[in-house]
């Protein structure tokens, strides 16, 4: 086992700092052409305050009303589905039932 030094956000958070060495790998920077803008806090949040995704647009959708569920495409270039209650705000929104005529 290996006792690592965290940053207080991380003991604040719990997390402990003894890991068994099978746990424990070599470090890798990001690699930017295979994913490009993809951040160290995008895999990790540890600051209180609520993040912001900023979201490309509105690709597609399934269902209906309420049900429906909605593919997005983040600036960052990941594409999710969420459903209506999680996109109901968002002026992408508008915007793709703007180009869907409804």
């Known amino acids: 086992s290996f006792r690592l030094e965290l940053p207080d956000r991380m003991r604040q958070r719990g997390i402990h700092n003894v890991f068994h060495s099978s746990y424990l790998r070599i470090h890798l920077q990001n690699d930017d052409h295979l994913f490009p803008g993809r951040l160290d806090n995008q895999v990790a949040?540890?600051?209180?305050e609520e993040r912001e995704w900023?979201?490309?647009r509105i690709l597609s959708h399934?269902?209906?009303?309420s049900d429906a569920i909605?593919?997005?495409?983040w600036k960052s270039g990941d594409v999710t589905w969420l459903p209506y209650e999680r996109v109901d705000h968002l002026a992408a929104?508008?915007?793709y039932f703007d180009v869907l005529d409804v």
């Open 45 to 48: 949040e540890f600051d209180e």
């Open 54 to 56: 900023a979201v490309d």
């Open 62 to 65: 399934r269902g209906t009303r």
């Open 70 to 73: 909605f593919e997005v495409r």
């Open 93 to 95: 929104l508008q915007e």
